[in-house]
C-alpha cells in the first residue's frame, strides 16, 4: 500500500506561482511513475503531468513552459512548480502514484484557485 498527503494548494493571483508537493510513505520502493492531475468543476479529471522513477518528463500542452514536475527519490515527494498562474488553471489538483507492479494510488488532492 502507498499513501500520498499533498499540500501546497490555496489561493493567488493571476500570474502568481504555487509549489505542490505530493509526500509519499508506505510501500514507497514500489512506486515507479508518479503524477499530476487536476479536475475543474464540472470537468472531467486531466493529466497536468507525469514524471517516471528515472526523472523523464510529461506535460499537458497549456502547461508547458509554467508547470515544472520533480521528485526527490530520497524525500519521497514530489513537487508541481507553478508560475505564470492563470483562472483555467483553477481545479483540485492530484498525486498520482503507480507502482513497478501496476497499482495505482491517489492522494486526497488540494484546491488551486486562481483569481483574475
Known amino acids: 500500500q502507498v499513501q500520498l498527503v499533498e499540500s501546497g494548494g490555496g489561493l493567488v493571483q493571476a500570474g502568481g506561482s504555487l509549489r505542490l508537493s505530493c509526500a509519499a510513505s508506505?510501500?514507497?520502493?514500489?512506486?515507479?511513475?508518479m503524477g499530476w492531475y487536476r479536475q475543474a468543476p464540472g470537468k472531467q479529471r486531466e493529466l497536468v503531468a507525469t514524471?517516471?522513477?528515472?526523472?523523464?518528463?510529461n506535460y499537458q500542452d497549456s502547461v508547458k513552459g509554467r508547470f515544472t514536475i520533480s521528485r526527490d527519490n530520497a524525500k519521497n515527494t514530489m513537487y508541481l512548480q507553478m508560475n505564470s498562474l492563470k483562472p483555467e488553471d483553477t481545479a483540485v489538483y492530484y498525486c498520482k502514484a503507480k507502482t513497478v507492479i501496476g497499482s495505482i494510488y491517489w492522494g486526497q488532492g488540494t484546491q488551486v484557485t486562481v483569481s483574475s
Open positions: 508506505g510501500s514507497i520502493f514500489s512506486i515507479n511513475d
Open positions: 514524471i517516471t522513477r528515472g526523472g523523464s518528463t
